[in-house]
DNA sequence: GATGAATGAGAATTCATTCAT
DNA sequence: GATGAATGAATTCTCATTCAT
């Protein structure tokens, strides 16, 4: 029985990468990193993904429609629309403190996968706005712009993330969860 | 005598230079690229920033501590904690509608550069920061941790930055501006 | 397996990077020249050593510190002071005589390169000088400074060379060898 | 009356690049380095002299002809061999004493420079080399290979240069030149 | 399946030289 | 005569990717 059935060096490969692109930047990461880190030549890894720019965007994908579908559950888990926001809202944390580096790679590379994501695929984004938009038309919340209130729970979320990762708040989103819940909902309904 | 008195040099070399770099980002704009942009040799470029690393850092500090003091100076021109907060708020609105893709800029680069800054050089977000702790301290805001609630006014005002950015909301700040004051406002106060 | 079991790449691109180095100096010498002379990418040299300075030192190291341990090894086989110069003048004569490239490179180079060296390494000047020194303790050579004579030996020794290297002098050490050792002799007994 | 008429400029660039070329190298050196040690433009300097290679090249042929001329005259005043031999010597080290940066200099690139003096340029070389011709036709020399006598001269003066150069003698050549005289001497007369 | 040398297309940077002012 | 910005070619070095073994 092949050995890699259990572990997988595709998971291997992306979680070395993940690693050193959160840590390095994804351009200032090599091929010959990457390979390092595995004790692998770089070839070797070329049977595993077909250029470097594939790499970056299957681990970017998979993950984040996983988590989009993740958060979509949570959603759908809650009836009222606090209850979904809080739900989902702990979702960004456990999400989080289950993988930090993960979370941050996406964070940091969104800005060039994003583009590249199917026009109907599922995101996280589309998750909470939809969340907003139904709550809006329920009149559980006030009547207002549907995508900035999504920008302000994706704020007060993300935000502290990133403070978290620059030191400046506790490396653990789950001890500060309940607060966020909080602000999101005030920002959300303060119109 | 110069050969363009009143077009700096130095300064269309920034505006290219930020110019590409928000559009393809630092690493995948190379020194070619801004030399065309500006019609201008690669060779000349050195003439007036000693390497690509330094022309980023050297726009990056300039200008984010150019922010900093603005922000400080708007919040020393109110006297109550919501005062000041809202007074900054509305310099970011201001600054983005200014110079949108200056201000995208010192939020892309800000992770790579923050750590050169200067131990004690003013930010932004220490600027923040301090109202908000002197805000607590006086009891104009609830007992809590200072660093979440400064992240939470970063992550209200900025986030929206970011979906417009994206398209997904207007470009335009000002009119958005009071409400991020609100829900910041809001944020801040729910514990 | 690696490609050429039998050619060592290392050593040709040490020969034909010492064959251009001396024929048009090491700064005229470009790494696209020595990667033509090896019909090999300029890419593929970055393989074997890390930079053109490098290859530069680590040629210098490896040879001039090999030649000092070879006139080492002359000099014990001999007892007398003047049997252990003998011995030394042949060396140079025979080393120069089966790579005079070589040779002329360590000449060349040695300027830039002897500041480089660990400050215990042995040299050809302290294996000559020692011999001298030993000389003069023992009587067999007049009291002299043992520096100035250690310089009269590598000019006896060394001009020969330049001479040849211009065409003055018959490319063959080995034929004026007796001459230099009398003449070595001569000038560092004659105070 | 023009100010240049006494500090020549051109004096003034000959001497600043000779003391750089010595210092760092002809091809480290850069034009912009000579501009700055004169205070004065880059493009100033063109007018001066029509390019680097030139100004290498100019300078080194008016001193390394002007030296071979003064060794020409010294040989002239002594009628013996022995007495011109002598009267040469201490006319390098003299010369070294003057300038040693210049002396250098020429030692220094004298390989990339010889090719291009005239066929029939008078030399320091031929005028030594004339002498120990001259006297192996008069039996004030034994016979022998009239380069080979040459090389021992120079080398027995030149190698202590390069010591000295290298701090492992005294700076002072004068100070050494007896013995130089006594040495080669005693080297050309030992067959 | 794996290896790692080799490729080739740039990238940043340097620098002698020119030239408008 | 002087200036220094600009040019453009060259140089060192990097790196994703390929491929013979």
């Given amino acids: 029985m092949p050995r890699h059935r259990f572990t997988n060096t595709r998971d291997r490969i992306e979680t070395a990468a993940v690693h050193l692109f959160v840590d390095k930047g994804v351009a ?3 091929v010959r990193d990457i390979a390092r880190a595995l004790e692998m030549s770089e070839g070797a890894l070329y049977r595993h993904f077909p250029s470097k720019e594939q790499l970056v965007w299957q681990v970017f994908e998979r993950r984040y ?16 629309t606090r209850g979904k926001l809080a739900a ?3 979702g960004f944390c456990r ?8 979370f941050r790679f996406l964070l940091f ?3 060039d996968q994003l583009g590249k994501l199917a026009q109907d695929a599922p995101t996280p ?5 939809m969340v907003i ?3 809006i038309a329920s009149g559980e919340l006030p009547a207002q712009n549907p995508d900035l209130a999504t920008s302000l729970v994706f704020g007060v979320v993300l935000q502290p993330v990133q403070f978290a990762a620059y030191g400046r708040l506790p490396a653990d989103m789950g001890s500060l969860c ?3 819940v909080a602000a999101a909902w005030a920002a959300v309904t303060t119109v």
């Fill in 28 to 30: 200032d990461t090599t």
């Fill in 65 to 80: 429609i996983e988590f989009a579908g993740r958060l979509q559950k949570l959603a759908e888990s809650e009836s009222s």
């Fill in 88 to 90: 989902m809202i702990r």
């Fill in 95 to 102: 999400a989080y403190d289950e993988n930090p580096r993960l």
């Fill in 109 to 111: 590379v969104q800005h």
């Fill in 125 to 129: 984004v589309e998750a909470v706005r």
């Fill in 133 to 135: 938009a139904n709550g």
């Fill in 178 to 180: 309940d607060r966020l």
